[in-house]
Nanobody, 114 residues
Framework: QVQLVESGGGLVQPGGSLRLSCAAS????????MGWYRQAPGKQRELVAT???????NYVDSVKGRFTISSNSAWNTVYLQMNSLKPEDTAVYYC????????WGQGTQVTVSS
């Protein structure tokens, strides 16, 4: 079992920055990839960024150049640095971990508004 807890969401003005964190506990050595997804009201959940245990990253086109996913050396915390935020980035952001099963955090709200 893997437990995921997100933090760092909030309200920010357009053009601002936020840093999300996802703390993993449990059988973290079994995790081979982690990621961030988001779900806006009335829309399907979409992938934002992923990172493998080897450090390979992947981003959805709409956040390339603005968001950066990273992890600590212990591979128990994953971050999402979000810069140049836009109103369309408003969503609940979920942390995801993939091992033999897929695990999800509870989500953290990000609101970009003036």
């Amino acid at each position: 079992q893997v437990q995921l807890v997100e933090s760092g969401g909030g309200l920010v003005q357009p053009g601002g920055s936020l840093r999300l964190s996802c703390a993993a506990s449990g059988r973290i050595l079994s995790i081979h990839a982690m990621g961030w997804y988001r779900q806006a009201p009335g829309k399907q959940r979409e992938l934002v960024a992923t990172i493998s245990s080897g450090g390979r990253t992947n981003y959805v086109d709409s956040v390339k150049g603005r968001f950066t996913i990273s992890s600590n050396s212990a591979w128990n915390t994953v971050y999402l640095q979000m810069n140049s935020l836009k109103p369309e980035d408003t969503a609940v952001y979920y942390c995801n971990a993939v091992s033999r099963a897929v695990y999800w955090g509870q989500g953290t709200q990000v609101t970009v508004s003036s």
